[in-house]
């Protein structure tokens, strides 16, 4: 069976790393270079998604922290373990006995996967931890586990199993009409926030439509001694205060947009980054501490108006001898893969 997949991003890759492990005979195709798009662009966290509990999407989070040990298996050179603190703050932001419910049922859903299970830290403790954190109303801070890693390294790990497997990757190449693959006996579109516009070179409309969220994330030149998850003064959406290569990854924003195409942070989201961090850190970041900022687009299933609350689950669409794939995560996208490359070859 021959067989063509477009985009190299992490799904693609992963879904043309499970198709040759079944003996199709598979090539990959990328208009630019592997993980050049979304999938260099995260948070760099292999993760359950504890705020998904609160919206109900329990069945994920288990899936995704189940899929996190899998990359902790496979790749330990790639990724780490990574302890992250939830502040919690007298009468402000999510009460502290509904947190502490969810990082039980997070460690319920990852048991088995060798994670330390969460723990509370008194307000002193918390402050040795990260002595910059605004102490005032601290009432300690709740520590969970996830898990970190490098995404665009990781992404380029697949390819080269991939690619030792037997694989072709082709880069520089666009597929921009799907009947340009017709000598392919299967197709598979994993062109992430651009995959309905292979789709709608075939006949009829698109099962699905996508929500195209930009995040964007800040990095600031300083060290970052613990990895925390705070709420945006004012909102419910949550942030990453994150280490990263001895500086701060900080992020990250959701802004929905038009098209898929990245037009990269504007200054009102460098500007929303720096006042949540200020809010909550002593030593304050001015727009000159910014040594970095990056976005992506998010490929989202549209099912929520509020982009938030949109599934992170992912869908598949089957039109004649070609597979699309919509919506997903980084953390699950071997999973994703799998299922892709089983329905293929169907
Ligand atoms: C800000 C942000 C933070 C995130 N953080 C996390 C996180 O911490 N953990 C997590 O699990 N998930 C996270 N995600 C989600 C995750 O990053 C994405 O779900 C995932 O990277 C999407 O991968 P993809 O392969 O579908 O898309 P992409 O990575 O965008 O890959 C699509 C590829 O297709 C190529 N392409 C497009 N059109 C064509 C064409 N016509 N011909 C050839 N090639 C084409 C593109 O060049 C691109 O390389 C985050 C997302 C964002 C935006």
């Excluded at 705020?51 to 899998?70: D, I, T």
């Excluded at 990245?262 to 001015?286: F, K, Q, V």
């Excluded at 799998?338 to 329905?343: D, F, G, L, M, S």
């Amino acid at each position: 069976m021959r067989v063509a997949v477009v985009g190299a991003g992490i799904v693609g890759a992963c879904t043309a790393w499970a198709l040759v492990r079944k003996g199709a005979n598979v090539s990959l195709f990328e208009r630019k270079r592997p993980m050049a798009e979304t999938s260099r662009a995260s948070s760099k966290l292999l993760h359950g998604g504890l705020r998904y509990l609160e919206r109900g999407h329990v069945r994920l989070v288990g899936k995704s922290l189940q899929a996190r040990a899998a990359w902790l298996r496979q790749a330990p050179h790639l990724c780490d373990p990574l302890q992250l603190l939830l502040p919690v703050y007298e009468n402000a932001g999510r009460a502290r006995w509904t947190i502490g419910l969810g990082i039980r049922l997070y460690d319920l859903l990852a048991r088995g996967s060798g994670f330390p299970k969460g723990r509370w830290f008194t307000a002193n403790e918390v402050g040795a931890l990260q002595p910059a954190l605004v102490r005032t109303g601290l009432q300690g801070a709740y520590a969970f586990y996830d898990a970190k890693m490098d995404d665009e390294a990781l992404g380029n790990w697949v390819v080269e199993q991939f690619s030792a497997a037997g694989g072709e990757v082709i880069c520089g190449t666009a597929v921009s009409h799907i009947d340009d693959l017709d000598d392919f006996d299967r197709i598979v579109n994993a062109t992430g926030p651009w995959a309905l516009e292979l789709r709608r070179t075939q006949p009829g409309p698109s099962a699905y439509a996508l929500d195209w969220v930009r995040g964007s994330h800040i990095v600031l030149d300083r060290l970052c001694p613990a990895a925390m998850l705070l709420q945006v003064p004012g909102e419910k959406r949550i942030f990453f205060v994150l280490p990263r290569n001895g500086q701060t990854l900080i992020g990250t924003t959701e802004m929905r947009q038009a098209t898929p195409d990245n037009p990269g942070p504007t200054e009102d989201e460098i500007r929303y980054l720096l006042d949540a961090y200020n809010h909550y850190l002593t030593l304050p970041a001015r727009r000159s501490d910014v040594a970095d900022a990056f976005a992506g687009v998010r490929p989202l299933i549209r099912s929520a108006d509020n982009p938030s609350d949109a599934t992170r689950e992912w869908a598949f669409e089957r039109v004649g001898k070609v597979l699309h794939i919509y919506g997903g995560k980084w953390t699950t996208a071997q999973l994703q893969g799998e299922e892709a490359a089983k329905r293929t070859l169907q």
